[in-house]
């Protein structure tokens, strides 16, 4: 039976893909695999005729290794950002005072922000009364009755 080899510049091509493919589905997954592709490439290239079941588990090790040391490391150093409810449009209206559209009844009624409508939960209060955003849940804005 012959031995098979993966020479190690097919790892290095697969490592180029997975970081070409990381450009087209941004998530920081891709990455690390490429960069697990790049490590098993190089210990291929210091390791001639290295089997390939011990590359495709070095491969494995290294991107489980990878993927979880990124993802401790971000709970530990979170990035920061100079807009960091962008794209969470209903955290940017909190601390907001906005009259009612439709008064609050059974703690449920409406608000308009900006160009859109948004259902808001808080204490039964009539239309056109201020109310200040406090939290969000969902697409749902909790709301308390505003101090003119």
């Known amino acids: 039976m012959e031995e098979i ?29 490429g960069v697990a592709a790049g490590a098993v490439g190089v210990v291929a290239l210091a390791i001639p005729g290295l089997d390939w079941r011990i590359e495709l588990l070095l491969f494995a090790a290294l ?11 971000l709970k530990r150093r979170p990035i920061e950002t100079d807009a960091p409810t962008l794209n969470r449009r ?16 059974n703690g449920v009624g409406r608000v308009r922000i900006g160009d859109g409508g948004w259902q808001v939960e808080g204490p039964d209060t009539p239309v056109g009364r201020r109310v200040r955003v406090v939290g969000i849940d969902g697409i749902v804005l909790k709301v308390e009755r505003a101090d003119d």
């Open 5 to 33: 080899t993966i020479p190690f510049w097919y790892w290095w091509v697969a490592a180029a893909v997975l970081v070409v493919l990381e450009m087209f589905a941004p998530g920081v997954f891709f990455l690390w695999l």
């Open 63 to 73: 991107s489980v290794a990878a993927v979880i040391g990124y993802r401790s490391f």
């Open 90 to 105: 209903g955290e940017q209206y909190v601390g907001k005072v906005v009259p009612l559209t439709e008064a609050i009844v």
